[in-house]
């Protein structure tokens, strides 16, 4: 069961930046797609980004393209999301997660993802 430990988050003012790191378990992190999702309080969780498991074809939601940018490190077995601009509505618990499959074509949907780490809190104030 792969483990992923998120860290980065906190509380930054509207207009900042903030690097979300997301550490991997095991040795298969490079055959795996990887997001970002986040849940603000009431809300559901929705998707922030994702990465294929080559690095190629980032996604990302609409709102936060432009400002947001996920990456990949595979020999740290580590994905990040790079997040500048802030704004208040950026608030959430973000999640990183896997993918439900090795080598999948198809990350842009929570379905998509079958491990999840425990979240990380960004506050962003006005």
């Known amino acids: 069961q792969v483990q992923l430990v998120e860290s980065g988050g906190g509380l930054v003012q509207a207009g900042g930046s903030l690097r979300l790191s997301c550490a991997a378990s095991?040795?298969?992190?490079?055959?795996?797609?990887m997001g970002w999702f986040r849940q603000a309080p009431e809300k559901e969780r929705e998707f922030v980004a994702a990465?294929?498991?080559?690095?190629?074809?980032?996604i990302y939601a609409d709102s936060v393209k432009g400002r947001f940018t996920i990456s990949r490190d595979n020999a740290k077995n580590t994905v990040y999301l790079q997040m500048n601009s802030l704004k208040p509505e950026d608030t959430a618990v973000y999640y990183c997660?896997?993918?439900?499959?090795?080598?999948?074509?198809?990350?842009?949907?929570?379905?998509?993802?079958?491990?999840w780490g425990q979240g990380t809190q960004v506050t962003v104030s006005s």
């Open positions: 095991g040795r298969t992190f490079s055959s795996y797609n």
């Open positions: 990465i294929s498991w080559s690095g190629s074809l980032p």
């Open positions: 997660a896997r993918g439900r499959t090795s080598y999948s074509s198809t990350y842009y949907s929570a379905a998509d993802f079958g491990s």
